[in-house]
């Protein structure tokens, strides 16, 4: 007797799993058409932060979609995350980390590691839009080697007070005046043992200080460095215990890592869109581009790693548990591969147009110039290098799981 073949792996949509990815994808695609697009060149020459875009995101659910529904989000999964960051990064990858930073290193990390009373107070604030959230993580002298902070927190009755200075904070203004409006922080409250703490704008000693201006790449993002003097929170604005900032840090690392690699396939989408339409329209020696074998390597090894690199990360995407920790070895995996397909696309696309490509009125220069911080952020190549080699020396096993 014949056996019918399994044909239910052939149905699977990695990209679009179910009807409400499939739903989000169509809000992502118009919301970037209409609305991202026509704004993302002007911010990204004045270094302007988008304010209203960043409301009307809220608006229409995009700041929420890893939320749990009775915070006002759409609980969803990394999946749906994946979607939101790559779908902005075709476009504006300036203000699609800026979304990054709030809705993964602000609202999902307090969704995971805060508490009920923590969660209601701001949750629906930041699936909303109402507030801008962000993540206190770098130091000036400090890095990758996140246990080497020097910013402490001292109990001191019912309070803690934080001492010490973050930089190059996502989101740490909203212009050059103004802090953003909630932060979690991460001090040390004993040497080697880091705890986290939600701080507000408004608390006494709270400030900006220097605002990073001229950056290469991610212009519409506001980058600042934040100045905390003998800043006071209640015992109340800690997250979980003392001493476990180090696991909510890591955890939602994974996140970080992996929504950063979404904004990779998203810069690389679009590299390679343009660089196909101007092998097409533009001619040389009497033949359209396409036809010339070096125009030909450049859209064909950046298609292939960009699939490669987009089947990577949506595959990760979809075995990890966003609230809980362990898949350090896939998230580094996916960002160390997709954030360089990013950038080599983004170089051929500028190769493939030639001066044009070089021009600020192109879009390719602008990505080539954000596609360089995700080498950086979030982890740099090398501490993913690391990382892999060290999870994987560790469990041999994991090569062929």
Not at 196 to 215: H, I, M, T
Not at 287 to 305: C, F, S
Request: glycine share 10%; net charge neutral; with cysteine.
């Amino acid at each position: 007797m014949s056996v019918p073949p399994d044909t239910s792996s052939r149905s699977l949509d990695l990209f679009s799993p179910t009807p409400e990815h499939a739903l989000l994808g169509e809000t992502l695609r118009e919301f970037v058409r209409r609305e991202v697009e026509p704004q993302a060149a002007e911010h990204d020459r004045s270094e302007r932060f988008n304010l209203a875009l960043f409301r009307r995101a809220g608006e229409v659910g995009l700041l929420g979609v890893t939320l749990p529904e009775e915070y006002g989000g759409a609980g969803m999964d990394a999946v749906a995350a994946v979607q939101v960051c790559e779908a902005l990064s075709t476009s504006d990858p300036g203000f699609g980390l800026a979304v990054l930073a709030h809705s993964i290193l602000f609202a999902q990390n307090l969704a995971v590691n805060g508490n009920e009373l923590q969660r209601k107070g701001l949750l629906p604030r930041a699936a909303a839009g109402t507030i801008v959230g962000g993540m206190c993580m770098t130091e000036p002298s400090v890095g990758t080697d996140v246990l080497a902070m020097r910013t402490r927190a001292r109990r001191e009755g019912v309070d803690y007070v934080i001492d010490g200075t973050k930089t190059f904070i996502t989101n740490g203004g909203i212009d050059e005046n103004t802090l953003g409006d909630a932060f979690i922080v991460y001090a040390a409250t004993e040497p080697g043992r880091v705890s986290s703490f939600l701080v507000e704008k408004g608390a006494a000693g709270f400030r900006l200080g220097q605002k990073w201006k001229d950056k290469l790449g991610m212009r519409a993002s506001f980058t600042a460095e934040l100045v905390f003097d003998g800043v006071r929170v209640p015992v109340t604005n800690r997250l979980g215990e003392e001493g476990e900032g180090t696991r909510h840090m890591m955890r939602n690392l994974e996140a970080e890592r992996l929504t950063l690699a979404a904004m990779a396939t998203g810069i690389a989408q679009r590299c390679l869109a343009v660089m196909v339409a101007y092998a097409n329209e533009r001619k040389s020696f009497g033949v359209p581009l396409r036809e010339h074998g070096q125009i030909q390597r450049h859209i064909a090894e950046n298609y292939a790693a960009y699939r490669a690199a987009r089947t990577l990360v949506y595959d990760v995407a979809r075995r990890i548990d966003l609230t809980t920790t362990g898949h350090r070895a896939d998230a580094d995996a996916a960002k160390l591969f997709a954030v360089q397909a990013g950038k080599r696309a983004a170089d051929a696309a500028i190769q493939v147009l030639g001066g044009y490509g070089y021009m600020g009125e192109y879009v390719v220069e602008r990505l080539w110039r954000d596609a360089k911080l995700l080498e950086i952020g979030g982890g740099t190549l090398e501490a993913h290098q690391k990382n892999l080699a060290k999870d994987l020396c560790r469990d041999p096993g994991a090569v062929v799981r």
